[in-house]
């Protein structure tokens, strides 16, 4: 059973950062593309960074330079370090998993297969 949990979410001041983790087990780890997507309430979800299997990254416009997307095969976590944060980064923040996409990764929704609950971040200015 493939299942996602992420951490990492919550209050923060413009210019602070946050690192988001998101545990992965119940599938081949690592051998799949993985993303980052973020949704506030009553919009879609926002693709914002994807990680593929041989460790390419892609990033959003809106968050280039300032977020890095990571993993640890090793451990089976995926990672989104968040700097620079502004109030416009406030979202639901939901890791995602691919299991037909080794690379390039998709930047769309249904290009990922699983999904976990999502960690919120709030950031004040």
């Known amino acids: 059973q493939v299942q996602l949990v992420e951490s990492g979410g919550g209050s923060v001041q413009a210019g602070g950062s946050l690192r988001l983790s998101c545990a992965a087990s119940?599938?081949?780890?690592?051998?799949?593309?993985m993303g980052w997507f973020r949704q506030a309430p009553g919009k879609e979800r926002e693709w914002v960074a994807s990680i593929a299997s041989h460790g390419t990254t892609s990033y959003a416009d809106s968050v280039k330079g300032r977020f890095t997307i990571s993993k640890d095969n090793a451990k089976n976590t995926l990672y989104l370090q968040m700097d620079s944060l502004n109030a416009e980064d406030t979202d639901m923040y939901y890791c995602g998993a691919s299991t037909v996409y080794r690379g390039p990764c998709g930047s769309e929704r249904v290009d990922y297969d699983y999904w976990g609950q999502g960690t919120q971040v709030t950031v004040s200015s």
């Open positions: 119940g599938f081949r780890y690592g051998t799949y593309c």
